[in-house]
């Protein structure tokens, strides 16, 4: 199947098979006055079932980022601050513990940091589970994150972020047989997408368009290093 992106005056859609903003000072920005903020979907495809993962749990498992291959996983936007607010908007434990476990992850490769939004202010990602709608989505979408960008603020060759949402379609998942693990993955990948980053074409990378096994390696960390420090 060929993945096609395209663009109105407001969306960018591309389709996946299956911060109290900053305590640090952003860095210097390029904007204009007739700057406008698009959006961005991109959504994630669930894979066939593993059997091998089938059973595995986010809780008392090692972590370790895996070598993926010599490319970078691209970019196209980052935040104004490395320094990064979120919020989970989701009353379950388990998803709770899956974005948790997610965010610990981007965290461990310090590139950025994303920190819990301060009460009563607005997080720059939010992140919660849903239930899709497959009338209006792939029936195999288990994950999607809507990005909105400054169409004239840059920083080096990057647009600038303003917002991100992010969701694991929980009943895609549970229709898949996706395991906690495996909603981790989800996770990260849409993190991913939240942080700037685009899809990636090595299949080892967390960042491919359908994900199920697949963590963040150091293909991903590269491309994000390129977002966010060799960026000028």
Do not use: C
């Not at 389709?15 to 959006?39: C, G, M, Q, R, Y």
């Not at 647009?159 to 549970?174: F, Q």
Request: hydrophobic content about 35%; charged content about 20%; aromatic content about 8%.
């Amino acid at each position: 199947m060929t993945i096609k992106r395209f663009t109105t005056t407001a969306v960018a859609v591309a389709a996946l098979f299956i911060a109290v903003v900053a305590v640090a000072k952003p860095e210097s920005t390029t904007a204009h006055n007739t700057d406008t903020i698009k959006t961005q979907a991109d959504a994630t495809r669930a894979l066939s079932h593993s059997t091998s993962a089938a059973t595995a749990t986010v809780a008392h498992m090692s972590y370790a980022f895996k070598t993926g291959t010599s490319a970078t996983t691209p970019a196209s936007y980052r935040w104004a601050s490395k320094t990064i607010t979120y919020k989970i908007n989701d009353k379950s434990t388990y998803y709770k513990q899956v974005w948790n476990s997610a965010v610990k992850h981007w965290n461990a490769t310090k590139v950025i940091k994303m920190v819990p939004v301060q009460s009563g202010k607005t997080a720059d990602i939010s992140l919660a589970s849903a239930n899709s709608n497959t009338k209006k989505t792939s029936g195999d979408i288990v994950g999607l994150t809507y990005t909105s960008y400054h169409t004239t603020q840059k920083m080096g060759s990057l647009n600038v972020m303003a917002s991100a949402k992010s969701y694991v379609y929980k009943n895609i998942a549970n229709k898949m047989g996706y395991s906690q693990l495996d909603r981790e993955h989800v996770a990260e990948h849409e993190i991913g997408h939240a942080l700037g980053l685009e899809h990636a074409d090595t299949k080892k990378s967390v960042m491919y368009y359908a994900n199920r096994s697949s963590a963040i390696t150091s293909t991903d960390i590269k491309g994000l290093k390129n977002a966010y420090i060799n960026n000028k």
